[in-house]
């Protein structure tokens, strides 16, 4: 089974960055697919931003020009840069693994959803 761990989250004004990390406990980005999904209080959980294993990347209308996914197969981790952030990103955010792509397409997780980290833009 899949294990992942975010880490970067906090405080942060509208405008600024934040730099999220999805970290893997094993060399697993070669053949998994990793998503940022993230879920505001009485919101559904959304996507927010995917990576496949070769390196192609999709995002949510909502953060597309703003947000940027990238990963590091030798590291384990991918990496979502978030800039110009705005209120309505305040959620808390978490990393998921698809092992196909009908995985992605369908909403299914590979990895047990964690504890996740916060982001909160507000001034």
């Known amino acids: 089974q899949v294990q992942l761990v975010e880490s970067g989250g906090g405080l942060v004004q509208p405008g600024g960055s934040l730099r999220l990390s999805c970290a893997a406990s094993g060399r697993i980005f070669s053949i998994y697919a990793v998503a940022w999904y993230r879920q505001a209080p009485g919101k559904q959980r959304e996507l927010v931003a995917a990576?496949?294993?070769?390196?192609?990347?999709d995002y949510a209308d909502s953060v597309k020009g703003r947000f940027t996914i990238s990963k590091d197969n030798t590291e384990n981790t991918v990496t979502l840069q978030m800039n110009s952030l705005k209120a309505e990103d305040t959620a808390v955010y978490y990393c998921n693994a698809h092992r196909y792509y009908s995985d992605y397409r369908d909403r299914v997780f590979r990895a047990s959803w964690g504890q996740g980290t916060q982001v909160t833009v507000s001034s």
């Open positions: 990576i496949t294993s070769g390196g192609v990347s």
